[in-house]
């Protein structure tokens, strides 16, 4: 079978939604790469800052790797962002929903909120902002988590002379997470880890 016979839905057979479940499977193996191109794209974007997006973005993740901190965090400061082309009004959201499969609650939350937290470095300098948007999340279970992940890897990743590391060095980690079964219980309710880990920051180099 090349393609279906149907133009609608409720006339598809069994023979055909199972070949085009096999095709979406297929499918589903590129996101990862997918997801690395459109990283790419954000190097396009406007910006304005002394860095691009793509720049930001892989700087987060250099920070996130630098302290320590597992593949999930780091995989998730990578694409924390990503949702700035195509959902600009809830970025977060955006990157949360492609993360939710395949990382920890624990980071999927920090990324769908972070926008949020974000404003208490700027809210205060723009009409109509809430600096304090991030108390609404108070009592909330990771609300610490998001704060330190703001505070050490997103607001302070718009640095132009950092040594920041390339996509390239992060593709594998995006690829392995990617490569994890959809929504298994051992990753998404994984045990909570914390985003600073000084044995794995000095194994990798830099205490
Ligand atoms: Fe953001
Ligand atoms: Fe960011």
Known sequence: ??????????????????????????????????????????????????????????????????????????????????????????????????LKPFVREQCRWCVETHGDFQMLYYGQHLEGFDQNKRERHRGAKYFDDCAEFCDRWDQTSFDPDYDTLPLSFFAPMVRDVFARKPYDPEVTQAPDQPLTVPQAAAERGIA
């Open 1 to 98: 079978m090349e393609h279906v016979n149907f133009t609608q839905m409720k006339d598809g057979t069994k023979e055909e939604y199972e070949f085009l479940t096999a095709h979406e499977i297929d499918y589903t193996k590129g996101t990862a790469d997918r997801l690395l191109h459109a990283l790419e794209h954000l190097d396009e974007g406007l910006s304005g800052y002394q860095i691009t997006r793509l720049g930001h973005s892989a700087q987060a993740a250099t920070r996130a790797w630098r302290d320590g901190a597992d593949i999930d965090w780091v995989v998730s400061a990578l694409l924390h962002d990503i949702g700035d082309i195509f959902a600009p009004y809830n970025h977060d959201e955006y990157a949360a929903t492609i």
